[in-house]
């Protein structure tokens, strides 16, 4: 049963029983959520016919924007594009525009007059034929007759003009378009971009098509008054973009064939009209490969927008939210509407992916794929409305490849051995890392110090596959801990293995995890195998804080973990889902001697955490101004 809507203490804000009752606006623009920024550099940049750069990561609503764009662009006379034969150079066919719908009847026309021309040539060359056989017949001479209509045929045929030849092509057809066209070219090669020329085998001996039949529109030629969209364009070959930045400059291009050993390749056409929005899109990193002129003609001549990938908690960005989920149950068409309870927990997920408390993800892409499964469970059981049960159930159906892959690493690593979930060993901490951008996996960490084989120094060698970063965190290690414990490692080789990192390990989340390693393998201490570390550790031995910290601590649950130690500052954001709460202490620490106090056990553990609080209150303090308390 639909409810009505209720108007509540906001006034940006209303009451709803389910997702039935919340309206979905009809413009696109109106349908993109938490962009607001965007959106208003997108109805400038219409407005003003200005191109537009869309960085951001994936499935924050970069081609919503695009689409959006060309519903917004001013009314223009849109134009149908013909492609003429021309009779002093037919390798140079003729271009002609003309207003919409109009093009498609001149095609009508020159064929309908081609057809009337033929049937008249036609019917004169039967006559002639007719006459001699009935004159040969009436000489009775038969077979001389049957000669000559034959030769008489074969010459009236190749005398005759070629009227088919006449006929134009239509180009680009904008018949009964009411708004400016959007083109998707993401991905497009040169030809299809571009335009092109088919490569006709036939070219001799009056076989071959003529030029401006084979002569193909491209995606530019088709966007014409309206807008061209390319995703991660920084893809796209360098020589495709100086050609894509001609025909944005000249605002004309003509069309040749792309392959040099094709027949096309000898036909280049007039100019063909190709004055476009565009409207290009990618990751930061899509920047590397993109032509430095076209970014410059863009920025110049448009707008570079960076997309937000999570908004503020607050009652009205959660109203847009719950607009969200209304108008993924109206675009999908076969999926029940959701029930309040179902959006609250929608909602709980969309802070869980945000990584914030105080936050909302605007990865909705991906945020879509949950309301999409919880309403196929739903429609499965035949429900009126998706409930919150439904999308508890969802979460497990929706799991991304990375989520599915930490879950077996976890069950392959349990089943092995790689790491214990209890007790106490030297030298082995149970580590955490993400995959993907929010999949928690556990990351055994061993270390070993063994005699230095450089009369010089000792070493610190670590293995796993490592990133930079990764790199730079366990060198700094060393400088940590003699400082804050008071022991020379020059005298060491430290071992560091990360077990089983065969996905690589980057980032310094695990600085923590190292430390604690090598300092429980050069002093014997065993490190109590119940708790999971993650953290980044500054020169000065604090814990700073890292991403992903709740999916860390739920594959750590998972793994059967009973205690995970945090950076303080991460304490915000953890959101862990109710069925891991009963199952796993969380313990926020700020420095290395509050990782070291929970995460050591057993004899010498007392004596090092006092020995490092001492070498702490020994360092002088003050010399350096905090950055954050710093007022100048």
Known sequence: MKTTIKASNSEDSVAY??????????????????????????????????????????????????????????????????????????????????????????????????KGQEEKKNMFMILIIGLILVIGFMLQQYFVAIIAAGIVFLA????????????????????????????????????????????DPYQSGGLGTPAHERVESGMIHRSHNGVLY?????????????????????????????????????????????DFVLVASGNIQVLEGMHIALRSRIRGYGYEVYMKDSMQDTPENRQKLAQFVAQEVKKDGRIPHFSKEAMDEIMLEAQRRAGKKDSLTLKLRDLGG????????????AADYVTMDHVVKSKKLARTLEQQIADRYIVQKKKYRVFQSEGGQIGSVNGLAIIGDRSGILLPIAAEAAPAQSKQEGRIIATGKL?????????????????????????????????????????????????????????????DQSVALTGSLSIRGYVLPVGGVT?????????????????????????IESRYKDKIEI?????????????????GKKGLVDQMQKISEMVPRGIIPNPSTNKS
Do not use: W
């Open 17 to 114: 029983e389910t997702s039935e009752d919340i309206e979905v606006p009809d413009r696109l623009v109106d349908q993109i959520i938490g962009q607001e920024e965007a959106v208003e550099t997108i109805k400038k940049a219409a407005r003003q016919r200005r191109n537009v750069l869309l960085i951001g990561e994936p499935g924050v609503g970069k081609s919503m924007l695009a689409q959006s764009m060309a519903e917004l662009l001013p009314p223009e006379e849109l134009q149908d594009i013909l492609v003429y034969p021309n009779l002093e150079d037919s390798n140079n066919p003729l271009i002609g525009a003309l207003p919409a719908g109009e093009g498609k009847q001149i095609v009508m026309n020159h064929k309908a007059k081609s």
């Open 156 to 199: 009236l045929n190749q005398m005759r003009p070629k009227t088919t030849v006449m006929v134009p092509k239509l180009l680009v057809n904008n018949e009964n378009k009411k708004i400016a066209p959007f083109i998707d070219a993401t991905g497009a090669h040169a030809g299809a971009l571009l335009g092109d020329v088919r490569h």
């Open 230 to 274: 390319i995703d991660e364009i920084g893809t796209m070959k360098m020589r495709t973009q100086q050609e894509l930045l001609t025909a944005m400059q000249e605002g004309m291009y003509s069309i040749t064939g792309q392959s040099e050993t094709s027949s096309g390749a000898m036909v280049r056409s007039q100019a063909v009209p190709c």
């Open 370 to 381: 949950l309301v999409r499964a919880a309403g196929d469970i739903a429609k499965g059981e």
């Open 467 to 527: 990133g930079e970063i990764a790199k730079e965190a366990v060198q700094n290690v060393s400088a940590l801990i003699k400082k804050h414990t008071g022991t020379d490692i020059s005298n060491y080789d430290i071992h560091i293995q990360f077990l089983q990192a065969y996905e690589g390990v980057e980032g310094d989340s695990a600085s923590v995890s190292v430390a604690t390693a090598v300092v429980s393998a050069l002093e014997e201490i065993p490190v």
């Open 551 to 575: 999916g860390k601590i739920e594959a750590a649950a998972e793994a059967g973990i009973k205690k995970v130690l945090i950076p303080k500052s991460n304490m915000q954001d953890v959101m």
């Open 587 to 603: 313990i926020p620490v700020e420095t290395l001697s509050d990782v070291l106090k929970h995460a050591l056990i057993g004899k």
